[in-house]
């Protein structure tokens, strides 16, 4: 319906009208996408806007942290990124899955709540931000998406180098 956040095989954007005929999209880049309602019957469409308004939609994303951290630690640090992160549903509680014990490291899935679809970019990016810093801050390594060998240094941005130039600096809050 009008105003729903929706993906299909080729778009993803914000209904802005239904003629009888087509569907007309807002992309994400702010493109207006015309598609012929016949091809979206032919197609799956996800709606992320639907149950949205009533259960919450979950954002989700992983992370791959070495066998050496433990796992109670970096679930504690997934929920925190998330408690950072302005649009993420306290209520119901943000939670952790591990999704594999690969050969390097364990793959940690973040699952947390929004009732705003439309500002699913921004959120993945503050979201994305909080877990950079949040792991950075307490050292340890994120090691997906690829893994060669453990360095004889952690690779990681220590706090004083965060806003480096051309960054501007950390504004009050």
Do not use: C
């Amino acid at each position: 319906k009008w105003g729903d956040r929706v993906r299909t095989a080729t778009i993803f954007g914000e209904v802005t009208e239904i003629p009888v005929m087509v569907t007309h999209v807002r992309s994400t880049k702010n493109e207006q996408v015309v598609t012929p309602n016949s091809t979206i019957l032919q197609t799956h469409v996800i709606n992320y806007s639907t149950l949205a308004r009533q259960h919450g939609l979950i954002l989700h994303t992983t992370v791959g942290i070495g066998y050496e951290t433990p796992w109670r630690q970096v679930e504690a640090m997934l929920l925190l990124a998330a408690s950072r992160t302005e649009g993420v549903l306290a209520q119901p509680v943000p939670f952790v899955n591990q999704l594999s014990l690969g050969d390097f490291a364990i793959t940690y899935e973040l699952n947390a709540y929004t009732r705003t679809p439309e500002k699913m970019p921004a959120l993945y990016t503050e979201l994305h931000r909080h877990i950079l810093d949040v792991f950075n801050e307490h050292g340890v390594v994120i090691m997906t998406p690829a893994y060669e060998g453990d360095p004889e240094q952690p690779k990681l941005v220590p706090r004083d180098q965060w806003y480096t130039a051309p960054a501007p600096p950390e504004k009050a809050v």
